[in-house]
């Protein structure tokens, strides 16, 4: 069974500050990972996709890298801003029946 | 275009009532999931409808719950005699199948709140 695992569960720090966030997932046989935004209230944004047979992928101040062989993707924030403060959840696509293992997310505060 | 909607976006019902909970996915995406987030148990896995497919109920926790999906586009997730542990928030996502493009990749809802008291 697919286990998707982020630690720690809240983390804050000051503006401006790069960041890196983890995901650790149990079984590699996976077809994709996403990183997901949720703010309180909202559904989920997707902010990045990354495909198993793909490293990393960029938008913008985010970049997540995915090393499937070792269970474990990252999602590295450059110069946080408070507008990023938001809880930030990793899911893997794993199985025929395509649905999602969601991790139970990192809350980020970002102080101004 | 339109994204995934979900109505309504909050319900308040007493226990024992019956819901239903409606999605619209995007249009032309074949495959639509349906989870739940709990508070404190982050989210997890309800049904998953492919196309004309039997849909995977793998997910669903009893059997007072149901869903189904018309004409291959908008479903409704029904909830029999509510109890107080399925407060939750319902979210619905879509995406488009068989994987193309960004493959696999599902696009949520705004969800439904459900408090039953």
């Known amino acids: 069974k697919q286990e998707v695992t982020q630690i720690p569960a809240a983390l804050s720090v000051p503006e401006g500050e790069n960041l890196v966030l983890n995901c650790s997932f149990t079984d590699s046989a996976i077809y994709n990972l996403q990183w997901f935004r949720q703010d309180p209230g909202k559904g989920l944004t997707s902010l990045l996709l990354i495909q198993s047979s793909q490293r990393e992928q960029t938008s913008g101040r985010l970049n997540a890298s995915l090393d499937k062989s070792s269970g474990r993707s990252t999602l590295y924030i450059a110069a946080s801003q408070p507008g990023d403060s938001a809880t930030y959840l990793c899911a893997v696509l794993t199985g025929a029946n395509s649905k999602l293992t969601f991790g139970k997310g990192i809350t980020l505060s970002v102080r101004p | 275009g339109a994204g995934v909607s979900q109505s309504p976006s909050n319900k308040v019902t007493e226990k024992g009532k019956d819901v239903e909970l409606r999605c619209d996915p995007i249009s032309g995406h074949t495959a639509l999931y349906w989870y739940r987030q709990s508070l404190g148990q982050g989210l997890e896995f309800l049904i998953y409808f492919q196309g004309n497919s039997a849909p995977d109920k793998s997910g669903l926790p009893s059997d007072r719950f149901s869903a189904e999906r018309t004409g291959g586009s908008v479903s409704t997730l029904t909830i029999q005699r509510t109890q107080q542990e399925d407060s939750a928030v319902y979210l619905c996502?879509?995406?488009?199948?068989?994987?193309?493009?960004?493959?696999?990749?599902?696009?949520f809802g705004p969800g439904t709140r459900l408090t039953v008291t």
């Open positions: 996502a879509s995406s488009a199948q068989p994987p193309s493009g960004r493959a696999g990749e599902q696009y």
